[in-house]
């Protein structure tokens, strides 16, 4: 990678994108000229510009880390994105397509050959081709498997069987086991043999005969510790392992709270299988904060920026449609009170506010459930006090907020039954608003399931019919016939 | 730390946790007892009786890392956690503090003497400090502020001059300078005097005299590079270094690129300053996928999970106030069509869809675009291609949308007119949904401030109000008089 001060990085990177994109459309007005020019080397003279630009295009780019290609690109439309790709993959590897993001990464695969495809992946290791395994087609990774050597293939498989959220399917094999009955010395010896180690090494692990982790043997300690001292008496007893079935987000919190760089991964007979690295930690954790948002906002899988418009409507649909159904589901409830709409048209400009205000309390009382949730912070001894303590909320909240509704619609329509009405409207759904954001997520935790998914759709959908029915129903009891 | 499985980390801490309430609980009743016992030597007991819990307290606790006793704090409800805190501080420095989220660190301190804060804070280095320094009363940072050496001194002053958002707020001094005239014999002798190398440790910053960063020595190179090579030699060319004002969001983005655990930090001349590590990045993306995953939901800050309810109460209203302001805002639209409500009061119970679908599909929208800029991907020169697909998206969801809720719509009311009304209602305020959720963060990007803040809110008011307008601005016209 170059000498690139990131003080500027994201402006070098887009300063660079810039001048790539600046290519491209003289690239693309040349050819037109040498198309509509009379000449009789017209092949000749178009195969020239051609070659120009693969030039340039070569030589803009050559120097760049490949995530910072891989930025570039993803910074690409569609069809720009394609060229420059044609231009530059003859010289790179499949580091790039590691680099993008998977919507991308699929429209670049999407057109190329599996013959290229496996010559991309021969220099990488098992943990990255199992990365990219998903977007494969099958007989691009059929030649991959086959070009393997038997220990690559079966790291390959042990990958590929582990589950997205377990640790197994993020650990790679870049560790370095020692014994530990060496001394220091010959350890340093093998490292200096070596000559390179992975990167992300801090700590060598230390195995005995049958390859149970026993210690870690810090690399500083190479340096700092007598190099006659037994690797046994300079290793550390107390460490950090992971089972590789084990959930990755327990484990991601683990690196965080224990700052680790890189930690064994074993299984259930204590013997090394692999290794986790925060490179790793810090793409799964930035990954998972991506996903909660965008599904968060109805998005349902990251989207290549500049998709085709067809295929970003669909990634779009499935959000909008529950919305619809549930939208539908509360017009047949306002449809039931539709006589005393007419008899007092003031309860149709009020009752979105009331379904409204539901839907935002019960989106904070669940978000802050899902968020102990998924910090453990939540046990079968504390929960209780919690549940009281966010009820005594709602119930103060729905207070407030509810006289101060009644108020408001007091100032509008002067109707003091009217006003009263909607301020009990706004007390009674805000408390049905906290407990459905109580128990939904702290329901589906204990089923097993995750909190978070479909917590907000389900909790609009409850909160905006019981807000309707509450609100008319109470209107046409008090209100009418008065 | 203990030589624990995180593979039952998590678990195994919610066991710890279940402990520390048990003890508690039998402490409460054991209190109680004594109390009433009619026994001459009352007091003695009860002293007694405090002093054995003090004591299996500690015990239970004695073992675990710091984070971890963080951990049990902030799962406790207050009183509990109090109780904890009053029988373990004095065996416990400034670490747990650190550890603990904001909002439950400020119910601790709140309770405790200058003095005694200062104590705490003796061990701790000065960027530990700085991150305590908005939490701690005046008078305990004067006292840690004269405890300290003009060094430290200088450096708590140098983090705290910067921004949340800068660099220099999230840099540390635990770096190893060296000079580039040494052989590597001579600093492999430094380290080892030196002891123990600072966590995070992954390379030297190799120095000229004028202090300015020429090179990076990764420490392996110590290892399995010539001892009698020079520094010079040795180092590494081109690396990663970054400006101490610069957006720390950058510099996460960076860390994530090219896979760092640590990098030099210096200032415009090129001077040394300080140093980043992933351990401080990882917190960063951690806090700030937190806070907009909880303003995506409308609660304010970080909150105890146990705090007082009339605290949490505040924390969530801002966000309620704002809604109420703008639900109001729609009623006033509503109330001028109250008219034609009363003609055909179907228009009361499809009004919601349409200001709803549009508040889904602008956030949809909005939500990528964010993204977009916090990864740097729209430039000037792509961001007009970024509009036209998505006004293409807009227009082709906005007609299957309004063809399927117009189709819907006259399935429950047998009324061709209404639902024609209803189906390009729908279209119109799903294209203005798509304007405005370009529109707003695109332009306060434009204008330099962060695209997310108040996004969801702004944008639900305009597709609310501008639906029901919409809507039965069309109906007035198109339906009345019939």
Redesign the interface.
């Known amino acids: 990678?170059?000498?690139?001060?990131?003080?500027?990085?994201?402006q070098f990177?887009?300063q660079q994108?810039?001048a790539v994109?600046?290519l491209l459309e003289k690239q693309e007005l040349e050819n037109t000229l040498v198309r509509k020019s009379t000449s009789s080397h017209h092949d000749l003279e178009e195969a020239l510009v051609e070659k120009q630009h693969h030039v340039r295009l070569q030589e803009l780019l050559s120097d760049l880390?490949p995530?910072?290609i891989a930025?570039i690109l993803?910074?690409?439309?569609l069809d720009q994105r394609k060229q420059v790709w044609d231009s530059i993959k003859a010289d790179h590897d499949g580091q790039i397509l590691l680099?993008l993001s998977d919507a991308v990464r699929e429209t670049l695969i999407a057109d190329m050959e599996p013959e290229e495809l496996a010559t991309f992946a021969s220099n990488l290791d098992a943990d990255e081709i199992a990365e990219l395994a998903d977007d494969l087609p099958k007989r691009a990774m059929l030649k991959i498997l086959r070009s393997l050597n038997s220990q690559e293939r079966s790291h390959l498989k042990t990958i590929l069987s582990y589950e997205d959220d377990q640790v197994g399917a993020y650990m790679d094999f870049n560790m370095i086991a020692i014994r530990d009955d060496l001394n220091l010395e010959a350890v340093?010896e093998y490292?200096?043999n070596?000559?390179?180690?992975p990167?992300?090494?801090?700590k060598l692990f230390v195995v005995d005969q049958e390859n149970i982790v026993k210690g870690i043997l810090p690399?500083?300690r190479?340096?700092?510790h007598e190099p006659t001292q037994q690797v046994h008496e300079a290793m550390v007893?107390?460490?950090?392992?992971?089972?590789i079935d084990?959930d990755l987000a327990?484990?991601a919190?683990?690196?965080?709270?224990?700052?680790l760089?890189s930690a064994p991964v074993v299984d259930a007979q204590g013997q090394l299988q692999g290794r986790l690295s925060?490179?790793n930690?810090?793409?799964f954790?930035?990954e998972k904060?991506?996903d909660?948002?965008?599904s968060?906002?109805?998005?349902e899988e990251d989207?290549d920026?500049?998709s085709g418009?067809?295929k970003?409507?669909q990634n779009?649909?499935g959000?909008?449609l529950i919305?619809?159904a549930t939208?539908?589901a509360?017009?047949r409830i306002?449809?039931v009170f539709?006589d005393i709409?007419?008899q007092l048209?003031?309860l149709?400009?009020?009752?979105?506010?009331v379904?409204?205000?539901g839907g935002?309390?019960a989106?904070?009382t669940?978000?802050?459930i899902i968020?102990?949730l998924a910090?453990?912070?939540?046990?079968?001894?504390?929960v209780r006090?919690?549940i009281r303590?966010e009820l005594?909320?709602g119930l103060?909240?729905g207070t407030?907020?509810g006289l101060?509704?009644g108020m408001?619609s007091w100032l509008?329509y002067r109707d003091t039954a009217l006003s009263l009405v909607m301020g009990a409207a706004m007390l009674i759904n805000l408390m049905l608003a906290v407990i459905v954001g109580l128990t939904i997520p702290l329901s589906r935790h204990k089923l097993g399931k995750d909190p978070a998914v479909g917590a907000s759709v389900m909790l609009t959908a409850i909160t905006?019919s019981m807000g309707f029915f509450i609100f008319l129903g109470l209107a046409k009891w008090f209100l009418i016939g008065r």
């Not at 968060?296 to 998005?299: F, W």
Request: net charge negative; hydrophobic share 50%.
């Open positions: 990678m170059d000498s690139l001060h990131p003080a500027d990085s994201t990177l887009q994108l810039e994109i600046h880390h995530a910072d930025f993803e910074s690409l439309p680099e340093i490292l200096r070596l000559g390179k180690l990167s992300h090494t801090d690399v500083q190479l340096l700092t007893n107390d460490f950090v392992q992971f089972q084990e327990d484990a919190r683990a690196f965080e709270r224990y700052d760089i925060v490179a930690i810090i793409d954790i930035r904060s991506d909660d948002l965008l968060q906002a109805g998005v989207e920026l500049f418009v067809w970003a409507a779009r649909w959000w909008l919305n619809i939208a539908f509360s017009t306002i449809d539709q709409i007419v048209v003031a149709a400009s009020l009752m979105p506010i379904a409204a205000m935002n309390m989106n904070q669940s978000m802050l968020r102990s910090l453990g912070h939540i046990t079968s001894t504390n006090r919690l303590k005594s909320l103060l909240n407030i907020i101060l509704i408001l509008l905006d």
